[in-house]
């Protein structure tokens, strides 16, 4: 197919490639921090039930919305409120957040250890206390880990409605 073809590809076949864009970058945002993961995903799930609608995949989207906003909210406040109920400080928040970006060029290894290390620098320079700081890094990434784990699942489940719909559209109506 050239260039100008895709011009004219039916309305379903152009939002099903849309969606599955969406559905890769939802992916890459599960561990990428600041990117929405599951938030992108659903939108390439919310493509899929214009690009074929039928009842199954609007029910089960709706249903959808309600896991990514809980696992969205819970991605920004478990990780603050766990690592205060530990008694973490700000710095410990923001360094998990720096260690995990810092992370990224070193995966795999550098999603678990980044994250970690950036928690206890954090802390250890707010309290000067090492055994203090590595309580509240292991429970920080413990949050992280959770987190990335509940957006990676969402994420999955969203791939396969979309996939489930495509093979519908395409296959079986």
Do not use: H, Q, R
Not at 4 to 16: G, H, K, S, V
Not at 129 to 148: C, E, Q
Request: aromatic share 14%; proline share 6%.
């Amino acid at each position: 197919m050239s260039f100008p073809d895709i011009f004219n590809m039916a309305t379903p076949d152009l939002l099903f490639i849309i969606a599955a864009v969406l559905n890769a970058v939802g992916f890459a945002g599960t561990f990428i921090p600041g990117l929405p993961g599951p938030p992108l995903s659903f939108v390439g799930l919310v493509l899929c039930c214009f690009a074929a609608p039928n009842p199954v995949i609007i029910v089960l989207t709706v249903i959808m919305f309600l896991f990514v906003v809980a696992v969205t909210v819970l991605d920004f406040v478990v990780p603050g409120w766990l690592t205060n109920k530990v008694g973490g400080c700000k710095k410990a928040v923001w360094g998990a957040t720096l260690g995990l970006f810092v992370g990224l060029f070193y995966a795999p290894i550098g999603l678990i250890a980044g994250p970690f290390v950036g928690a206890f620098l954090g802390e250890y320079t707010n309290t000067k206390k090492w055994k203090d700081s590595l309580k509240v890094a292991a429970y920080t990434l413990l949050s992280v880990v959770v987190g990335t784990v509940f957006k990676l699942v969402t994420c999955i489940a969203i791939l396969l409605m979309c996939g489930g719909n495509a093979i519908w559209y395409y296959f079986i109506k």
